[in-house]
Nanobody
Framework: QVQLVESGGGLVQAGGSLRLSCAAS????????MHWYRQAPGKQREWVAG???????LYADSVKGRFTISRDNARNTMYLQMNSLKPEDTAVYYC?????WGQGTQVTVSS
């Protein structure tokens, strides 16, 4: 089972940016699809974005145009660039790869 470690979360003002990373313990080059999810306080975990092996991307409507998912197979790392952050983006962000979850990284956006 692949081990995942997220990083890059923090506190940022509305309109700011953060870049999250998800480092995998093994090679990700053959993995078909990888995802980012998030969970806000008191809410269910929700899907944010996904990326295919070929680089195709999909986004939740709530983040489309503001967030960009990417992958670096050479570094076994997936990223989530988050721009124009809003207070409603406040959540713990998780990466999900082949049924494995990372521990999450907290993102807090102040108004």
């Amino acid at each position: 089972q692949v081990q995942l470690v997220e990083s890059g979360g923090g506190l940022v003002q509305a309109g700011g940016s953060l870049r999250l990373s998800c480092a995998a313990s093994g090679s990700i080059s053959s993995i078909n699809v990888m995802h980012w999810y998030r969970q806000a306080p008191g809410k269910q975990r929700e899907w944010v974005a996904g990326i295919t092996k070929g680089g195709g991307t999909l986004y939740a409507d709530s983040v489309k145009g503001r967030f960009t998912i990417s992958r670096d197979n050479a570094r076994n790392t997936m990223y989530l660039q988050m721009n124009s952050l809003k207070p409603e983006d406040t959540a713990v962000y998780y990466c999900y790869i082949i049924s494995s979850w990372g521990q999450g990284t907290q993102v807090t956006v102040s108004s």
